[in-house]
């Protein structure tokens, strides 16, 4: 199938990790990070570099005839990205662990690690890594969640990178953070880092869709700030969209693009971890 693959051998058994980049093509972040790991010694177990959608990235493409990340298991007669999810499903059926990468170009600056499951191995792996802010997309509630890659895997997360501060700075955070997931598994040599930062841990509960793409979202809309019930989300001339209950907004879009759908936002209540 398309997608490309090299892979890392260390000389004594442990996990298979998996670093899937580019599952939305213009996420060049994914591709970046792949060729920083490249050349990564690992002391043991299998290291999995994966080029999810090459062609999507070629093209610099969210993708090319579906969303990959809203296709999951995929169909093998499907449309290009349903095979490609097919082929994915069972390829990666047998890694331990799968972290999947994006970017997102917005405004709260935190990078943001997300999960569809909260079970002991998915905390074990969001706690090595020095990461702030975590989101738990509950299929039950996140109809999006279900056909993610994340969702079809043994253990996944996906980690959403905050491009606004400069690309390589965000590559820099995605390597540290790689990083902190193979020394964890013992698979790589790294320092003990201190002063780890408390989580915030987001609970989604509902997806905020606007009617058309002719709404624009509220300006002074912002993430990490409550949204309070009644406030304007987002209007079209006289036609005005309130929210119906309190809600933090998160990974809330600026403007809505011409490729994805009419979500605004996801609506999330914030918890403890
Ligand atoms: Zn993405």
Redesign the pocket.
């Known amino acids: 199938m398309d997608y490309i693959e090299q892979r890392i051998y260390g000389s004594k058994p442990g996990k298979t990790v998996a670093i899937v980049g580019c599952?939305?093509g213009c996420?060049r972040i994914g591709q970046a990070l792949i060729s920083k790991l490249h050349k990564c010694r690992i002391e043991k177990g299998i290291l999995r570099l994966i080029l999810a959608n090459p062609k999507a990235y070629k093209r610099n493409k969210?993708f090319l005839e579906k969303n990959l990340?809203a296709s999951f298991p995929g169909i093998l007669t499907g449309a290009y990205e349903e095979r490609l999810a097919y082929h994915l499903t069972k390829d990666l059926s047998d890694c331990d662990i799968v972290i999947d990468i994006?970017?997102?170009s917005a405004s709260s600056g935190i990078d943001t690690c997300i999960t569809t499951v909260m079970n002991r191995e998915n905390k074990k792996v969001m706690n090595m890594m020095n990461i702030r802010k975590i989101l738990y997309a509950n299929p039950s509630y996140i109809p999006y969640a279900r056909s993610t890659l994340i969702n079809h895997v043994k253990c996944g997360i996906?980690l959403?990178y905050y491009t606004d501060t400069g690309k390589r700075k965000a590559l820099h955070r995605a390597v540290r953070d790689v990083y902190s997931i193979l020394g964890g598994y013992k698979m790589v040599k790294v320092k003990k880092e201190k002063n780890k930062i408390k989580k915030e841990l987001f609970l989604l509960f509902d997806t905020l869709l606007l009617p058309s793409k002719n709404y624009i979202p509220n300006a002074a809309l912002q993430e990490g700030r409550k949204i309070k019930k009644n406030e304007v989300v987002a209007s079209f001339g006289s036609k005005k969209i309130h929210a119906f209950c309190d809600f933090y907004p998160v990974l809330l879009k600026k403007k809505l693009d011409t490729q994805e759908s009419t979500r605004l936002c996801f609506m999330a209540q914030k918890s403890t971890i």
């Open positions: 599952v939305h996420e969210y990340n994006h970017s997102i996906s959403e």
